[in-house]
Antibody, heavy 119, light 108 residues
Framework: QEQLVESGGGVVQPGTSLSLSCAASGFTFSSYAMHWVRQAPGKGLEWVALILAAGTHKYYADSLKGRFTVSRDNSRNTLYLELNTLRPEDTAVYYC????????????WGQGTMVTVSS | DIQMTQSPSSLSASKGDRITITCLASQDVGTYVNWYQQKPGKAPKLLIYDASDLHTGVPSRFSGSGSGTHFTFTITNLQPEDIATYYCQQYDNIPPITFGQGTRLEIK
């Protein structure tokens, strides 16, 4: 079945970097745009980034101010998110999500990976 | 950026009740609004897409309506398993995609 599995989360200090991965299976990964969405503890959902199917176009939430980079390897069916200069407010569960067809309705989600930024 | 103002932030209802959640968009988003259900510790689940289309496998007691700036999400015949937080989301003229603040639903 269609599945996304995130990995790479952990506890890191402010100012450091972390790389997240999202392994896709059960569908043609290279045919879909992919998104990252995060959720701080006890808070709502926040869209983070979008990468189109070919990986040529990438879009980010303004609040990230260039600190995060989304990428993908269609040969490995894997989506990535590089998080740089991490701040305590980046503490959240990070989800990768696949849209439904050509919409941006997310019908496939990973289980999420927790990133904690703390000294 | 387009803001989605969701209300109420929480509500309590009884089994069998009908509940409605509203999302107001800060500008016209057509019908590019989706609705999600999220249970504690779980990823969100898509219920309604493009304002009123029921996602595959979602019970028909869930419905959505609206266009432009005013959107509603309704659950009829509320069931105990509907306890969750519900979010609206818009995707017109992205980026960015934006979510409402969420509505926490409790069963009396």
């Amino acid at each position: 079945q269609e599945q996304l599995v995130e990995s790479g989360g952990g506890v890191v200090q402010p100012g450091t970097s972390l790389s997240l991965s999202c392994a896709a299976s059960g569908f043609t990964f290279s045919s879909y745009a992919m998104h990252w969405v995060r959720q701080a503890p006890g808070k709502g959902l926040e869209w983070v980034a979008l990468i189109l199917a070919a990986g040529t176009h990438k879009y980010y939430a303004d609040s990230l101010k260039g600190r995060f980079t989304v990428s993908r390897d269609n040969s490995r069916n894997t989506l990535y998110l590089e998080l740089n200069t991490l701040r305590p407010e980046d503490t959240a569960v990070y989800y990768c999500a696949r849209p439904l067809g050509v919409t941006h309705a997310f019908n496939v989600w990973g289980q999420g990976t927790m990133v904690t930024v703390s000294s | 950026d387009i803001q989605m103002t969701q209300s109420p932030s929480s509500l309590s209802a009884s089994k069998g009740d009908r509940i409605t959640i509203t999302c107001l968009a800060s500008q016209d988003v057509g019908t590019y609004v989706n609705w999600y259900q999220q249970k504690p510790g779980k990823a969100p689940k898509l219920l309604i897409y493009d304002a009123s289309d029921l996602h595959t496998g979602v019970p028909s007691r869930f419905s959505g309506s609206g266009s432009g700036t005013h959107f509603t999400f309704t659950i009829t015949n509320l069931q105990p398993e509907d306890i969750a937080t519900y979010y609206c989301q818009q995707y017109d003229n992205i980026p960015p995609i934006t979510f409402g603040q969420g509505t926490r639903l409790e069963i009396k």
